[in-house]
């Protein structure tokens, strides 16, 4: 199911907020690998089955929905903006076997919370790195709105304890198809 609700100044503002409290409680790192694992959960509530949740390695996720296998890159945007390039090994994970969905997925977390999902297909002949308006012009509107939705509403409702959980007991539980 596919929801495309914006948010509101009020909602926008709190989520941020959010997000800032959980990601100043933690090193970047950590706050990347919660993203990871919150990641996880937007799946779960979007319908797919978590086979894997990497801290390490690529990709950085794997799901499956409908028979069909997708993999992720995850990063987070915490602060300025910079450019983005998948290495050899991100594309290769997210593009190899044939028949797998790929996917580099951007959490932005400021001004507005948002996700940024690009099909790997479209930074295979990216040579150079990418802007972060390049990357929203290729992404897929559709799946980047969904995972924006579904983000937002696991913070409006369960923003403490995710703010408590560590990446592991959040990974664990994305694993066996428990939400949050």
């Known amino acids: 199911m596919v929801r495309n609700c914006p ?6 503002t709190e989520i941020s907020e ?15 690998f919660k993203v990871q694992a919150l990641a996880g959960h937007v799946l779960l509530r979007l319908g797919y089955r978590i086979d894997e949740i990497n ?3 690529h990709p950085d996720i794997v ?17 300025a903006t910079r450019l983005r390039k998948l290495t050899d090994a991100d594309l290769i994970s997210l593009t190899d076997p044939p028949g797998i969905i790929g996917y580099y997925a951007l959490a932005v977390s400021i001004p507005t919370p948002r996700w940024v999902l690009v099909p790997a ?8 790195s990418s802007p ?9 509107k559709t799946a980047s709105a969904a995972w924006t939705y579904e983000y937002v509403q696991l ?8 703010k408590l959980a560590s ?14």
């Open 121 to 128: 297909a479209k930074l295979t002949t990216r040579a150079r």
């Open 55 to 57: 801290s390490s390695g």
């Open 155 to 162: 913070l409006s409702v369960a923003y403490r304890q995710i």
């Open 167 to 180: 990446f592991k007991a959040l990974r664990e539980r994305a694993l066996a198809g428990r939400g949050i």
């Open 63 to 79: 799901a499956n929905r409908d028979g069909r296998t997708f993999c992720f890159e995850i990063e987070t945007e915490v602060g």
């Open 18 to 32: 959010y997000i800032d409290r959980i990601r100043s409680s933690l090193s970047e790192s950590a706050f990347g």
């Open 132 to 140: 972060k308006a390049l990357l929203e012009a290729l992404s897929d």
């Open 7 to 12: 948010l509101n100044s009020h909602a926008n």
